[in-house]
């Protein structure tokens, strides 16, 4: 039974589905050393943000096939390591959206009205009320950078409050940006307008530090700032001496560079400065949420399937999956095929999209077609996540083409490999039943289906050849499944395919060859 490690506090619900397929250990508030040390009995790891899952840890993971993410944020995943050995990393786009929108609002409410100072001021056992006099978000500004899943939420309340609404995001469309109600502006007119300033982006290193002390000085007087995505896109010490030389009127912080928060100059200011400890998914709901979400794609991964949101593996959105699954079973039969025929080094792979398939993306056949081509020199080790890096690594130019006008089938796939030996190629489709059948093997048309034993030649298309192969596998013991010739005119070259129902013996192959009119044979094992 696989085994998953649970190293953050999950919801039990996320357990009771890894249950189903693994033994699930818990153990939370491990430190690097400790995690390096057992993570090699694991073939999953479940994470919310308190897990950093370094180079070093992945390296010490031998087992490892998958590193599931309970919230949105894989930034505490070195994901590039993770890729390069193979293991799939998921994480939960959705489930803590409306949690982490709750909580930046409950942030600007609170920030308006100094509502964690007030509280803890009565507390106290003071009934101050002239100290805590704030402000109306009504018909104030608001400008969110980053109008994704978190932004828009954020923007809907926002726009409910009647607030006015100026959003920054270079990878979203002004169209889009005005469906959600926002003005889609630059990052400077928006700093230099708005009254409160929110940011929903990850942390890339161009987002690094984007709120620095320049942007700050530009800001509004009264202009309140809230972080609810990652730590490091504010430059907290530059934050901290604007807050303290009154250049802005109040922060919130989630999210900082370094968590948790131990020293910090933000910690030492009043009643303009509100810190939460990393609580934008602290939500019954949204754990809830996340840890089904995860939990069911690592079970998925453990037991061979694909996970819905892998964030390593390209081009693999549900909708995509679903429509091309039974495609990427062809494109990895045909890549180990004409890997097998090509033999030797390859240097490229031409994929052909044919017919209704040229109108589908190209990247999931593409990596499976990878993936095939490679079994043979890497097995198990090349998967989904790691094939485009193998080929990569390897020099393996991929081409992508497309042929609406293939007639023959409705949808087929053409692979050509070009190697130190030569060039193949393959081509093949999906019958009504989801079948797979090889339809062409360099240029000789065919229509097998795949086996798991097979032989092919090239010979003379002339008598007596067939009967003279079929003699020499039963002089050998070797058991012909099917067998089938295709030819392009008659008398010349001509492909013999054959399905056997056991590996060929040691040395056939050099016997078949000197069988007269047999210019080349191979064997096959998918
Ligand atoms: N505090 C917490 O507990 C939580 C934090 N988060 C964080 O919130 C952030 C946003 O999450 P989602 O809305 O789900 O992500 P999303 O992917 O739906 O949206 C991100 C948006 O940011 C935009 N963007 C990327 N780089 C940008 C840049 N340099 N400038 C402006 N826009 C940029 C993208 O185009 C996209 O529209 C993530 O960093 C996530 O990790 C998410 C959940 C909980
Ligand atoms: O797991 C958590 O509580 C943090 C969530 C988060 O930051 C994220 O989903 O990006």
Known sequence: MSKVLVSDPIDQTGIDILSQVATVDVKTGLKPEELVQIIGEYDALMIRSGTH???????????????????????NVDVPAATRKGIVVVNSPQGNTIAAAEHTLAMMMSLSRYIPDANTSVKSGLWDRKTYVGAEVYKKTIGIIGLGKIGSHVAKVAKAMEMKLLAFDPFISAERAEQIGCQLVDLDLLIRQSDYITLHIPKTPESTHLINAERLAKMKPNARIINCSRGGIFDEEA??????????????LDV??????????????GKEVILTPHLGASTTEAQLNVAIDVAEQIRDVLLGLPARSAVNIPGLSPDILEKLKPYMQLAETLGNLVGQLAGGRIESLNVKLQGELATSKSQPLVIASLKGLLYQALRERVNYVNANIEAKERGIRVVETRDQFVRDYPGSLYLEATG???????????????????????GFPINVPPSQYMLFTVHRDMPGIIGNIGSLLGSFNVNIASMQVGRKIVRGDAIMVLSIDDPLPEGILMEITKVQGIQEAYTIVL
């Open 53 to 75: 899952v370094t180079e070093k840890i992945i390296s010490a993971s031998n087992n490892l096939k998958v590193i599931g993410r309970a919230g949105v944020g894989v930034d």
């Open 239 to 252: 934050l901290a001496i604007a807050l303290k030389n009154g250049q802005i009127a109040g922060a919130a």
């Open 256 to 269: 900082f560079e370094s968590e948790p928060l131990i020293d910090s100059p933000l910690k030492t200011l």
């Open 420 to 442: 130190n030996l030569g060039i193949h190629s393959v081509t093949g489709t999906l019958l009504g039943d989801g079948e797979i059948r090889i339809t062409d093997i360099d």
